[in-house]
């Protein structure tokens, strides 16, 4: 991938209808604010039980959409990236219709997880102890047949999803059928969703054990044998994005957006400071993204005892202020209040997460766009949304609150605010400047301040960031006939 930020978009909800609309807009008002674009699932039906992550057909582009030459077209202007759901597959799909059918006689009865195909000896309750999953729930549904037969289903997620068998010969099929689709539309870069659940075996976890980083290991020799760059999205303790970043091409900096929240909560750096000496650089940077905030992604793992990014009190504390911030909107949309498929996520928009305060949202997105990586931008923080509680009152879907269909009036309402246009001002920037391509150091840190400097020959960009009282200034060197330095103020105002 260029080292440019990215979109992260649903078709319909952002541009209006389809890869066209998209593809003009991209193109229109957001010209130059970005270099390549995450479509979120694509695949038939984008309206499934969980957004488009449970596909029917995963080598089918949802016909409301456009096709696989409307792929190809958008791909053929700017870098695509698509999900490859590895963990599971819709119960309206061919492949388990047919299942249920015929029972053992389905040419797909090995693509399918049962409680029984993992624990074929039987299950002990150590065993489910020892299972961990985004759901405080057991991940199996009781299925009966057509043939009459009970079978414990492993479902992860929702009943909806039915875990498949990736190890199996019909799984390896599965997933190779759907890598050469994407490849052949142009697209340039893979997100393995939910592939630390992709492994089961008993006795263990069933989250990124051995056999799940080399499962991950073949997938991403599959992926870049067809040109295709991947990227793992894991939850978890930023020790396992460690381990992961090592495998792969890019991995997730699921750590920064918590870190970044007690930065300006807290009014404390040393947190993100201590992790901008250990992260990886092969990270893909976000705020927000299509699910939770991950807070849980700062905190310890606590099957080892090892220390987190922030102490327990510190997530406390964390979480208290995201509720506090967005008026109790979060806490409508989080855990049990409503139907969550992960419980150790906060739902609400990152800008409701900062109150709505303008010149805080700006810092956060220059601390994203200045640490090294990718950063991709999700479209309704892009838009500077709030919480969709209409959507939420609808559904009764917790990530449903961030995941807001924006009208073309609405759009274009949000693109006029000043702090988008600032946003975008910022995006263009990270995009052109050629400092960006060089050395990236943390200067002279202090305990309420914070400098960010890239440098490449005579190119300079630096971030300097005050806390007390909150001031932010982006200053950089011009190149070509333009004398001077360019200098961008997000927050506390011209000196």
């Excluded at 057991?138 to 289903?153: D, I, M, V, W, Y």
């Excluded at 075996?201 to 295709?228: D, N, V, W, Y």
């Excluded at 200067?443 to 909150?470: K, M, Q, T």
């Excluded at 001031?471 to 997000?490: I, K, N, Q, W, Y």
Aim: net charge negative; glycine share 8%; hydrophobic share 40%.
């Amino acid at each position: 991938m260029n080292n440019q930020a990215q979109l992260i978009a649903y078709v319909d909800r952002l541009a209006g209808g389809s890869f066209g609309d998209l593809r003009e807009l991209l193109e229109g008002p957001l010209a130059g604010a970005f270099g390549g674009v995450h479509v979120l699932p694509f695949f038939h039906p984008i309206d499934g039980a969980d957004a488009g992550f449970d596909p029917i057909d995963h080598t089918q582009v949802d016909a409301r959409l456009g096709d696989w030459d409307d792929v190809a077209a958008l791909a053929a202007r700017t870098e695509v990236m698509a999900d490859v759901i590895v963990n599971h597959i819709s119960r309206r799909s061919p492949q388990f219709e047919d299942f249920n059918r015929r029972g053992p006689d389905s040419p797909y009865a090995g693509l399918f997880l049962t409680a029984a195909h993992v624990f074929p000896d039987g299950v002990t309750v150590s065993d489910l102890l020892a299972l961990e999953g985004p759901r405080p729930t057991l991940p199996f549904t009781k299925h009966r047949n057509a043939q009459g037969e009970q079978l414990l289903l492993w479902t992860t997620f929702t009943s909806e999803q039915i875990d498949i068998d990736v190890t199996h010969p019909e799984g390896r099929r599965y997933l190779t059928g759907i890598l050469d689709r994407l490849q052949s539309a142009g697209v340039r870069a893979i997100r393995l969703d939910a592939v630390g659940y992709a492994i089961k075996k008993a006795g263990t976890s069933c989250f990124m054990i051995p056999e799940t980083h080399t499962f991950i290991a073949h997938l991403t020799a599959q992926a870049r044998a067809r040109g295709m760059e991947v990227l793992v999205e894991v939850h978890g303790p930023y020790q396992t994005q460690l381990a992961v970043a090592r495998q792969v091409d890019w991995v997730y900096d699921f750590a920064l957006p918590p870190l970044v929240l007690h930065l300006l909560y807290a009014r404390d750096v040393a947190p993100l400071r201590r992790w901008l000496d250990v992260r990886p650089n092969n990270a893909v940077t976000v705020l927000d993204t299509h699910d939770g905030i991950g807070v849980a992604d700062a905190a310890g793992d606590t099957a080892s005892g090892s220390p987190g990014l922030l102490p327990p009190a510190a997530i406390t504390s964390l979480i208290e202020t995201i509720h506090e911030r967005s008026r109790g909107e979060s806490r409508l949309a989080s855990g049990d209040a409503a139907r969550n498929v992960d419980a150790h996520q906060i739902n609400c928009t990152f800008y409701d997460a900062l109150g709505r305060r303008d010149d805080e949202y700006l810092v956060a997105r220059a601390i994203q766009c200045f640490v090294p990586g990718i950063p991709q931008i999700y479209y309704v923080g892009l838009l500077a949304g709030t919480n969709d509680m209409e959507r939420l009152r609808r559904t009764g879907e917790g990530r449903d609150v961030n995941r807001h269909s924006y009208s073309a009036a609405e759009r274009q309402h949000a693109l006029q605010q000043p702090v988008v246009t600032t946003l975008l001002e910022l995006l263009r920037l990270r995009n052109t400047h050629p400092a960006f391509q060089g050395r990236f150091t943390v200067e002279d840190p202090s305990a309420h301040a914070l400098a960010l400097r890239w440098e490449a020959g005579e190119h300079v960009a630096r971030f300097e960031l005050d806390l007390a009282p909150v001031r932010a200034v982006v200053t950089c060197s011009t190149h070509g006939t333009d004398p001077g330095a360019r200098v961008l103020h997000l927050a506390g105002g011209r000196p």
